[in-house]
């Protein structure tokens, strides 16, 4: 069974950083685009960032540009999202999901596999 693992998630203070990494288990990450999703408490799934197969383009949503970096490791099959300058309202359970095809889009019901969640907070 395909499985994306994701990890680094925790407690920090505003102004604080996390690394998350989603590894994959059972497959190979090479040939898939790889995104970040969000929820929080009360809202809607969002797209974060997302990473395509070469690892060229990348996409991130408004709110997190230059704060959150997204990167790949197609050696290791592990996709990184290096979050920085940490807010409150980045509070929220992140998932890693792999779509099969090679340039990112932001609709979650075209990815072929997500991960558990890892829980996010950003709180003093």
């Known amino acids: 069974q395909y499985q994306l693992v994701e990890s680094g998630g925790g407690l920090v203070q505003p102004g604080g950083s996390l690394r998350l990494s989603c590894a994959a288990s059972?497959?190979?990450?090479?040939?898939?685009?790889i995104a970040w999703f969000r929820q929080a408490p009360g809202k809607e799934r969002e797209a974060v960032s997302c990473i395509n197969v070469s690892g060229r383009t990348t996409y991130y949503t408004d709110p997190v540009k230059g704060r959150f970096t997204i990167s790949r490791d197609n050696a290791k099959s592990t996709v990184y999202l290096q979050m920085n300058s940490l807010k409150p309202e980045d509070t929220a359970v992140y998932y890693c999901?792999?779509?099969?095809?090679?340039?990112?889009?932001?609709?979650?019901?075209?990815?072929?596999?997500w991960g558990q969640g890892t829980q996010v907070t950003v709180s003093s």
């Open positions: 999901a792999a779509a099969g095809q090679p340039m990112c889009v932001a609709e979650g019901r075209k990815y072929d596999y």
């Open positions: 059972r497959f190979f990450l090479v040939g898939y685009s």
